[in-house]
């Protein structure tokens, strides 16, 4: 069946007009994206999702944390006058639900598509970084209120160092792929890492980060921008958990950093982007400098160096298990995007010092709230 079959779906969403045209959209690894246009010229385009229920094992909790976020949100901005294009909106089914189970078992969902804007898998200019920066710390700004407790997991662990390296092991002992051995090298630069990279749930456990709502996949295509590169929506709420600051800043950094793609094959291209790293801190922290404490700060490096090694072992993991979780586009696809992480966070610890520094001056510019303890 082809994907004009899918215009069937979007009829059971309560949409203005008829469906007549649908394409695919985006370049997410996890769900499936639709664009669909109606018969009405003058209505919203919609965008229609199947939600990838291997990774969100369980749709009814995630889509009631969307709609959470998202009230919120709403409420937040209630005076803005284009607050369609500001927040995600989620069109429920005709019977009133938040996603739909088609007859194949395949869970559906709907929400208005943010027109005039675009996402980019790589930036281009350090305006673009700036603002990105801006969206992702309004973004904590505007949830800093809600409650965590609030908030289911939709994945347990998500950013946990600790549970991605136990899965990496066990998909190591069971090498159920038979690839091991063709990864000697990357197994070893991780290996070799693993017991530095736990400096976040260190300060976490000794109580110095705060829980706060975060988004959790911080990645630099999930902000959409206008024409004039201005941030309009952050989008792809899928994860929004209870989580801490420097996992959003080291994820968002970890694209915006790179000169390269995500994985780019040919490894001399993934250089630093250092000025595309001080317009994304300087961005962030002109929003997010009014929550943030000392100490959150202080962990916002940490997350920088997690990020792309964390990435490097959940894709190596995927090789090793066969493919399951992420979207591939060839045989050795998450291979390829492991030695492209590996070489980012390789460019990263060498860089520390300097990105550490102007974490720090940016900082600078304003009080931080004091640390409880
Ligand atoms: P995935 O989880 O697969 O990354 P996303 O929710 O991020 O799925 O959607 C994939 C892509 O679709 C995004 O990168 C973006 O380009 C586009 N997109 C998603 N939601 C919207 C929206 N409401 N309006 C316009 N474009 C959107
Ligand atoms: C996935 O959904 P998408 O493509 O925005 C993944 C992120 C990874 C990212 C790597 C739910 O994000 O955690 O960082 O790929 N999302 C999920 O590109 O696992
Ligand atoms: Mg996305």
Redesign the pocket.
């Known amino acids: 069946m082809g994907i004009s079959s899918n215009l069937k779906i979007a009829e059971q969403f309560n949409i203005e007009g008829n469906p007549v045209s649908i394409t695919e959209?985006?370049?997410?690894?996890?769900?499936d994206?639709y664009r669909v246009s109606t018969d009405r010229a003058e209505g919203p385009e919609y965008?229609l999702?199947r939600i990838n229920n291997f990774v969100f094992k369980d749709v009814e909790v995630l889509m009631d944390n969307i709609k959470k976020v998202t009230d919120h949100l709403q409420k937040k901005m209630t005076d803005h006058p284009d607050i369609d294009q500001k927040v995600?909106k989620i069109i429920p089914t005709k019977d009133q639900k938040l996603y739909y189970i088609d007859e194949d078992d395949k869970y559906w969902r709907l929400?208005?598509?943010?027109k005039d804007?675009r996402?980019y898998d790589i930036l281009e200019t350090e305006s673009q970084a700036e603002e990105g920066g801006r969206a992702f710390g309004n973004f904590q700004a505007m949830l800093a209120d809600l409650d965590p407790g609030k908030i289911d997991y939709t994945i347990p662990n998500f950013c946990n160092i600790e549970f991605r390296l136990r899965n990496f092991h066990t998909a190591l002992k069971n090498d159920i792929a038979n690839r091991k051995k063709d990864v000697e090298t990357e197994i070893k630069y991780i290996l070799e890492r693993e017991n530095q990279m736990g400096t976040i749930l260190q300060m976490a456990a000794r109580g110095e980060l705060p829980l706060r709502i975060t988004h959790n996949d911080t990645k630099f295509?999930?902000i959409?921008l206008d024409k004039n590169d201005k941030a309009q929506c952050v989008?792809?709420l899928?994860t929004v958990m209870p989580g801490y600051v420097a996992y959003d800043f080291g994820d968002a950094i970890r694209t915006i950093i790179n000169r390269a793609a995500e994985d780019e094959a040919d490894l001399s291209k993934i250089q630093l982007n250092i000025p595309l790293f001080r317009a994304y801190t300087k961005g962030y922290l002109e929003a997010a400098h009014q929550f943030l404490t000392k100490n959150e700060v202080s962990s916002l490096l940490q997350g920088v160096l997690l990020f792309p090694y964390m990435q490097s072992v959940r894709f190596l993991t995927d090789y090793l298990e066969g493919d399951t979780y992420y979207k591939i586009q060839h045989e050795h696809h998450n291979l390829q995007r492991t030695r492209a992480q590996l070489k980012l966070a390789n460019e990263v610890e060498l860089h520390q010092n300097e990105l550490e520094e102007i974490i720090q001056t940016e900082a600078a510019k304003y009080t931080l709230a004091v640390d409880e303890n």
């Open positions: 959209f985006g370049s997410g690894h996890i769900n994206t965008l999702q995600l929400m208005i598509l943010i804007t996402s295509n999930n959409l989008i792809d899928d």
